[in-house]
Structures are given as structure tokens and as C-alpha cells.
């Protein structure tokens, strides 16, 4: 009557060894996510690499001089961008409260909750400043896992082989070239869209003589890595302090971010990311969404090259079980 259910030695051993994966993942999970971001870095920077070493330079003074720039750049922008940041959204956090009253008089507003929510916002932009320098480990550790990603990348498939053996090292060597090209085209696109998006609003503001033009600006470079929605929140604040000027203002800087986005839309996208392959829209907004609720602000920023990789990953393992004829 009782059906006698054995369970071999090997199918036991084999959960032992998925769990104890499982554990050790979740154990270092902060390392995989530092190895992770050095691997992105490595992606954008590598094409540069690579054109400095056609120059005849060798590959470590080739990745010196990327990081030389890069945080030079960095370095002197942000030196120069931090006060006025601080000082106009203090003084913007300040005003909002007072703009809403005045330009919905008739909605029913918690004011006292409005600006417990927004007057630390100066106060958390310093903080959030400081922590970001006072973090040097882990920068350092970032630079220096992608300092030796980039130094290693030719040696990729020899040190593959030698860990998993010569048919799997070559799978694993190629899913990666793979994962590389698509996460590299993403992180450079976003980048030089942001960019653009972020100067041409700063432009936009200042000719028509808005506060807070810089971090209005910066705002909206921001919220150019979420796709469609992103554009239209970064204009909301910006309309608001618009419209406490005048209605004229605010319709100005209405039909601003409208004529961005469109060129955006148009132009910028097609032409930045034409040699990266597209996610659907709502499959972008879904992966933003989990990201945000499973990993907070750091999920939301690290959904869509999580997905890309696990789309390279699902496409690699059916073109294995289906070959093409």
C-alpha cells in the first residue's frame, strides 16, 4: 500500500552542494556586488583601452591615464558643482511647502508632514556627499577590481580553461564577451544620455531664467536611466517653480522639457543606442520596480543590467538545448 521512496547518495550530495551555494552567496553577497560594479566599470572603459593601447601604450599605463581623466573630471566638476547644489536645494526644500500653498490653495495638504518629508533635504545631500568621499575602501576596492579586470581581460579564456577545463572555460569565456558587449553599450549610452539630457535642461532653465536651474538639471539627468517616466517627474519640480513665477513661466518650462524629450525620444536614443539591443518599455519599468522593492535605490539602478545579464544567460542555455540545424 506504501510506496517506498529512495533517495541516492548523489541526488542528496548534489542538494548539500546547492544549498551550501546558496549560503555562501547570500555570505558574500557585499563582495559580489563590489565585483559586480568593477565589472560594469570594466565594460564601459575597456573600448578606451583598447584605443589608447592602438597608440602603442601599454595596457597599465592605458588604464592609469582612463582613471587619471576620469577622476580628474570628476574631481574638479564635482568640487565646483557642491556648493551651488547644497545652497539652492536647501533653499528649494525650504520654498516648496510655501509654492504648494500658494499654487493649490484648495487641495487639502498635510503641510506639517510635507515639510518634515523635505526640509532635510540640504541636510541629506551634505550627508549623503560626505559619505560617498569618507568611503574610500570601498571606492578604492571598485578601482582596483577594475584595474585588474581591464590588466586581465586578454588573459580571460587562458585563466577560464585553467579554473573549469578547455569545452566549459570557452562556454563560460564566451557568455561573457557577451554579457560585456551588452552591459558596456548600456552604461555607455546611459552615460552620454544623461549627459546630454542634463545640459541641454541646465541650458533650457538658465535661458529662461529659472531658479534652481543646476540641480533641476541634475535632477533630470538622473532620471534619465528610468525610461518614459523618468522625463516626466524631473518636470514636475521644475514646472512648480516655474508656475510660482508666472503661468507663462511655467507653461515655458513646460514645452522645455516637452521639445528635450522628444529630441530625446527622436533622436538621442536611436542614435546612442542603436549598437545596444532594447528592452520593452514595460519589461524595463517591471525590472525597475523589483529591483526597488528587492534591493531599495541600489535595485532600482542595477535592475536593468541584472536583466540583461540573466537575458544573455536564458538565451545562451536554450541556444545550448536547441542548437540550430
Same mark, same amino acid.
Given at each position: 500500500?506504501?510506496? #517506498?521512496?529512495?533517495?541516492?547518495?548523489?541526488?542528496?550530495?548534489? /542538494?548539500?552542494?546547492?544549498?551550501?551555494? +546558496?549560503?555562501?552567496?547570500?555570505?558574500?553577497?557585499?563582495?559580489?556586488?563590489?565585483?559586480?560594479?568593477?565589472?560594469?566599470?570594466?565594460?564601459?572603459? *575597456?573600448?578606451?583601452?583598447?584605443?589608447?593601447? $592602438?597608440?602603442?601604450?601599454?595596457?597599465? @599605463?592605458?588604464?592609469?591615464?582612463?582613471?587619471?581623466?576620469?577622476?580628474?573630471?570628476?574631481?574638479?566638476?564635482?568640487?565646483?558643482?557642491?556648493?551651488?547644489?547644497?545652497?539652492?536645494?536647501?533653499?528649494?526644500?525650504?520654498?516648496?511647502?510655501?509654492?504648494?500653498?500658494?499654487?493649490?490653495?484648495?487641495?487639502?495638504?498635510?503641510?506639517?508632514?510635507?515639510? #518634515?518629508?523635505?526640509?532635510?533635504?540640504?541636510?541629506?545631500?551634505? $550627508?549623503? /556627499?560626505?559619505?560617498?568621499?569618507?568611503?574610500? @575602501?570601498?571606492?578604492?576596492? &571598485?578601482?582596483?577590481?577594475?584595474?585588474?579586470?581591464?590588466?586581465?581581460?586578454?588573459?580571460?579564456?587562458?585563466?577560464?580553461?585553467?579554473?573549469?577545463?578547455?569545452?566549459? =572555460?570557452?562556454?563560460?569565456?564566451?557568455?561573457?564577451?557577451?554579457?560585456? *558587449?551588452?552591459?558596456?553599450?548600456?552604461?555607455?549610452?546611459?552615460?552620454?544620455?544623461?549627459?546630454?539630457?542634463?545640459?541641454?535642461?541646465?541650458?533650457?532653465?538658465?535661458?529662461? #531664467?529659472?531658479?534652481?536651474?543646476?540641480?533641476?538639471?541634475?535632477?533630470?539627468?538622473?532620471?534619465?536611466?528610468?525610461? /518614459? @517616466?523618468?522625463?516626466?517627474?524631473? =518636470? &514636475?519640480?521644475?514646472?512648480?517653480?516655474?508656475?510660482?513665477?508666472? %503661468?507663462?513661466?511655467?507653461?515655458?518650462?513646460?514645452?522645455?522639457?516637452? +521639445?528635450?524629450?522628444?529630441?530625446?525620444?527622436?533622436?538621442?536614443? %536611436?542614435? +546612442?543606442?542603436?549598437?545596444?539591443?532594447?528592452?520593452?518599455? @514595460?519589461?524595463?519599468?517591471?525590472?525597475?520596480?523589483?529591483?526597488?522593492?528587492?534591493? =531599495?535605490?541600489? =535595485?532600482?539602478?542595477?535592475?536593468?543590467? !541584472?536583466?540583461? !545579464?540573466?537575458?544573455?544567460?536564458?538565451?545562451?542555455?536554450?541556444?545550448? #538545448?536547441?542548437?540550430?540545424?
Amino acid at each position: 500500500m506504501f510506496k #517506498k521512496f529512495e533517495i541516492s547518495l548523489q541526488t542528496v550530495l548534489l /542538494t548539500l552542494v546547492i544549498l551550501a551555494g +546558496v549560503w555562501l552567496v547570500i555570505e558574500i553577497r557585499d563582495i559580489l556586488f563590489l565585483v559586480f560594479i568593477s565589472f560594469l566599470l570594466m565594460t564601459a572603459i *575597456h573600448p578606451v583601452v583598447l584605443g589608447l593601447e $592602438k597608440l602603442r601604450l601599454p595596457r597599465a @599605463i592605458s588604464i592609469i591615464l582612463v582613471y587619471v581623466v576620469v577622476l580628474g573630471f570628476l574631481g574638479v566638476t564635482i568640487a565646483g558643482s557642491i556648493p551651488a547644489i547644497v545652497v539652492q536645494s536647501t533653499k528649494l526644500a525650504q520654498l516648496l511647502p510655501d509654492l504648494i500653498v500658494r499654487l493649490l490653495p484648495y487641495w487639502d495638504i498635510d503641510l506639517t508632514t510635507v515639510t #518634515k518629508q523635505i526640509a532635510p533635504l540640504g541636510e541629506n545631500v551634505v $550627508k549623503v /556627499t560626505v559619505g560617498i568621499f569618507t568611503n574610500i @575602501i570601498t571606492t578604492l576596492t &571598485v578601482l582596483i577590481f577594475t584595474f585588474y579586470f581591464l590588466l586581465e581581460r586578454r588573459r580571460a579564456e587562458v585563466i577560464l580553461t585553467d579554473l573549469f577545463g578547455g569545452s566549459i =572555460g570557452k562556454q563560460i569565456t564566451e557568455i561573457l564577451r557577451r554579457i560585456e *558587449h551588452r552591459l558596456g553599450a548600456w552604461v555607455r549610452g546611459e552615460l552620454i544620455l544623461m549627459s546630454f539630457i542634463g545640459v541641454l535642461t541646465y541650458i533650457g532653465l538658465v535661458l529662461l #531664467k529659472v531658479e534652481f536651474a543646476l540641480p533641476l538639471a541634475i535632477f533630470a539627468a538622473i532620471l534619465e536611466i528610468v525610461p /518614459t @517616466i523618468g522625463p516626466i517627474l524631473s =518636470g &514636475v519640480p521644475a514646472v512648480l517653480v516655474g508656475l510660482a513665477t508666472s %503661468p507663462l513661466l511655467a507653461l515655458s518650462v513646460a514645452a522645455l522639457y516637452f +521639445v528635450i524629450q522628444q529630441l530625446e525620444n527622436n533622436f538621442f536614443v %536611436p542614435f +546612442v543606442m542603436k549598437q545596444s539591443v532594447g528592452l520593452s518599455p @514595460i519589461v524595463t519599468i517591471l525590472s525597475l520596480m523589483i529591483g526597488g522593492r528587492l534591493g =531599495g535605490v541600489t =535595485g532600482a539602478v542595477l535592475a536593468v543590467p !541584472v536583466l540583461l !545579464v540573466i537575458q544573455v544567460l536564458f538565451t545562451t542555455i536554450l541556444q545550448t #538545448k536547441n542548437p540550430a540545424k
